[in-house]
Nanobody, 126 residues
Framework: QIRLVESGGGLVQAGSSLRLTCTGP????????MAWFRRVPGEEREFAAG??????????ADSVKGRFTISRDYAEDTVTMNLEMNNLRPEDTADYFC?????????????????WGQGTQVTVSS
């Protein structure tokens, strides 16, 4: 079964940093754009950051721009996507999901992604 697996969530104080990691088999994901979405309870998943697989060009939601950095790597038939989150705010509290899309550039809409991880929780206290 092809899966994306997230790790790295946790509970931190405002102003702190966290790194989220998403891994998956290279044969399935090395030619796909990938992204991080986040979901606050009771709301829909929203796009946070995405990356074009071919040239590494990144796209960010305005709410995280300048604080979050997305990156990707491919080695030993594994794709790894990281999200470095700095200067975290309480409003960043959410479940974070990685996703993969067949699109060349990472779409902003969740229904254009066909692979999802199970999610990892990030809680930022004030």
């Amino acid at each position: 079964q092809i899966r994306l697996v997230e790790s790295g969530g946790g509970l931190v104080q405002a102003g702190s940093s966290l790194r989220l990691t998403c891994t998956g088999p290279g044969r399935a994901f090395k030619t796909r754009s990938m992204a991080w979405f986040r979901r606050v309870p009771g709301e829909e998943r929203e796009f946070a950051a995405g990356i074009n697989w071919y040239d590494g060009r990144a796209t960010y939601a305005d709410s995280v721009k300048g604080r979050f950095t997305i990156s990707r790597d491919y080695a030993e038939d594994t794709v790894t996507m990281n999200l470095e989150m700095n200067n975290l705010r309480p409003e960043d509290t959410a479940d974070y999901f990685c996703a993969a899309s067949p699109a060349h550039d990472p779409p902003l809409y969740r229904n254009e992604y066909d692979y999802w991880g199970q999610g990892t929780q990030v809680t930022v206290s004030s």
